[in-house]
């Protein structure tokens, strides 16, 4: 109803908020189906009325219409694709992956794997509870990245897209969700939003709630550490939403573009 209404946006964010609660993949590559069937139910529910009772002012013939033409359009293919979005707290990664998932991939978009939610699902928490000092210790990290790493090829694997959520501010990490991609040959995109210092310490210390636990003294260390990856595309972060998301799709469909080309030369 959602995306029939147009809020892919809202679509795609009851769809990641309904798995992080049940913490089950499996079915998700099937959304796309389902969501297909229950299109056609309605353009047959609504052909119905308009046999039974008319079409007074015209409004359910369209309307039928155009549930046929979303579940047509609902089964169209759409290549994988793993999107891994990084930066410092406070750069906006969630709100962008957030903003952005909807339009990778099949309907209702991209899975969001995301760092937060994945370390206090492992510490069996919900996701709004602070976690301890020690919950971020080295070697939890370690599991968290490699938790998002085996999430996102498994959703890889089935032929589902993924946003990847995360501060990837140590190579290894960064290389960790690289190697899901090209171990699945799927098209890999890596974006690193930069904002000033300044904008970084006022959101970090303006915000409240979230899954986030991030603050200005984790903030100070993460800065400190001075990290700016050089095979990930630099973003500035300090834009609007929009434009940031915007942006983000277009060079990701440009880098899915070149990825299919090549696997086309490579077949011929």
């Known amino acids: 109803d959602l995306w029939h209404r147009g809020f892919p946006e809202l679509a795609n964010l009851v769809m990641n908020r309904y798995l992080d609660e049940a913490d089950d993949e499996d079915g998700f590559i099937l959304l796309p189906f389902f969501m297909a069937v229950r299109a056609a139910v309605r353009a047959h529910v609504t052909a119905t009325q308009i046999e039974e009772g008319g079409d007074m002012p015209g409004g359910l013939l369209a309307e039928a219409r155009f549930y046929f033409e979303l579940a047509r359009t609902l089964l169209e293919e759409r290549p994988p694709r793993l999107i891994a979005i990084g930066g410092l707290s406070g750069s906006g990664k969630t709100a962008v992956a957030e903003a952005l998932a909807a339009h990778v991939g099949a309907p209702p978009g991209a899975r969001i794997v995301e760092s937060d939610r994945i370390r206090k699902a492992l510490h069996g928490v919900p996701a709004e509870t602070k976690l301890p000092d020690r919950a971020y210790r080295p070697d939890v990290s370690d599991r968290v990245y ?9 959703i890889l694997a089935e032929g589902g897209s993924v946003v990847a959520d ?3 501010d140590r190579p290894a990490d960064r290389d960790r969700i690289e190697k899901a991609a090209n171990g699945r040959d799927v098209a890999f995109a890596g974006f690193w939003l930069e904002a000033d210092p ?10 409240s709630g979230g899954p986030s636990d991030a603050t200005v003294d984790i ?5 400190q550490r001075k990290a700016t990856p050089s095979n990930w595309r630099k973003v500035d972060a300090d834009r609007k939403l929009a434009d940031i998301a915007a942006e983000l799709r277009r060079f990701s469909e440009r880098d899915t573009s070149k990825k299919e080309r090549s696997s086309l030369h490579t077949a011929s």
């Open 146 to 154: 490699r938790e998002m790493a085996w999430r996102a090829d498994l």
């Open 166 to 168: 995360a501060v990837f």
């Open 198 to 207: 300044l904008v970084l310490w006022q959101r970090v210390s303006e915000r």
């Open 219 to 223: 903030l100070s260390r993460q800065l």
